[in-house]
Each structure stands twice: as C-alpha cells, then as structure tokens.
C-alpha cells in the first residue's frame, strides 16, 4: 500500500534469533520508488516482500539479493503484494531468477496476490504460466 516504504518495513520486521548462517537476512533495502524487505518464511526459507516500483532502474537491487541467495536448498518466496508498478524489465528478472534458481537446485517462488495493475503487466508479457504452472 501507498506509504508503507523502507522506513515502515524496518520498524514491523521481526527479530529473527539464531537463524542459520545460510538464512541470514539483510536490512530492508529500497530508494524512494523500491523496497525489499525480508522475514523468515513459516516453511523455513527467506520471504522477500517487494514494494513501490520494479522496472529497468531497480531491478539490479532485486538480482543482486536473489544472487546473495542462491544457495543450493535455499527456499525463496517473493511476495509482490505491495508491488504497485512493474515494467517487462521488473519481470523479465524475476523470470531470470527463477529459471536461475530451477536450474541451481534451489527454490524461488512468486507468492500473490498482486495489484490488478502488476497483473495485467504479468499477463501482458504472458508470464504467469511460467511464474504459476500449476494455476489451472
């Protein structure tokens, strides 16, 4: 939602107490326009929450985190809830990661719901089959 940004995500994330090296979460990160917060999923994995925008100008803070990630057996879920605008450039990385993370023998999966505008961006590029292939 509008207004919930770095700052907001900083102050609501949970204190995670001896959490395995492998598992260790970053800061919040973001500019005024993107943000990546992180908290530990309920199956044991990392879930990273996207907010604002994700386009050509950020997408780098998306792959630079996933790439810090990609460990074999790591489990990864993106929640794009707060996403309010993604571009193909947002997209095609998130693509990218996951075919990367299928091919390296972990886990990254894009967790809804989403805005009706990121929506119409993922099925404008034709991408939910690949991002949801069980979705009937």
Sequence with gaps: PRGVGPERVLQNRSVIRDAPTRLRLAPPVGSDTFWISEQLDPRGGV?????????IATAGELRERLEQLAVPG?????????????????????????SAA???????????????????????????????????
Excluded: H, K, Y
């Design 47 to 55: 879930r990273l929450g996207l907010g604002g925008e994700l386009d």
């Design 74 to 98: 790591q489990s990864v879920v993106i929640d794009l809830r707060w996403l309010e605008f993604i571009d193909s450039s947002g997209i095609q990385e998130i693509i990218r990661e996951v």
């Design 102 to 136: 299928r091919r390296d023998g972990w886990e990254l999966q894009v967790d809804g719901p989403m805005t009706d505008q990121v929506a119409r961006t993922v099925d404008l590029v034709g991408a939910r089959a690949f991002l949801w292939p069980n979705e009937g």
